[in-house]
């Protein structure tokens, strides 16, 4: 999993998977198969995510590292999300 392996995200949660697998038998070159014609076996794989949970510990351990929740910045003596543009704000 791409996404838990994130520098700021590992650790944070935690999941269990599902392997879930399709067998399909088929005849190998055209047309219809006879009994004496060899078979191909085809295996198609599929993981199912079946439950993710929250690491709290981990999670508060890491919000106080970012500096508690939101971070805010000044625009004009104003406090706005970080992120927001300070153009719309007027003196």
Do not use: W
Request: hydrophobic letters at 30%.
């Amino acid at each position: 999993m791409a996404i838990l392996q994130a520098p700021n995200v590992e650790g944070l949660l935690t999941y269990t998977l599902e392997r879930q697998e399709k067998h399909l038998s088929r005849y190998v070159g055209r047309g219809h198969g006879t009994p004496d014609r060899p078979k191909q076996e085809i295996v198609t794989v599929r993981y199912q995510i079946t439950a993710i949970i929250r690491q709290e510990e981990a999670i508060d351990a890491h919000k106080k590292t970012l500096g508690g929740g939101r971070l805010y910045q000044k625009c004009f003596g104003k406090s706005t999300r970080f992120g927001a543009s300070c153009a719309n704000l007027s003196r």
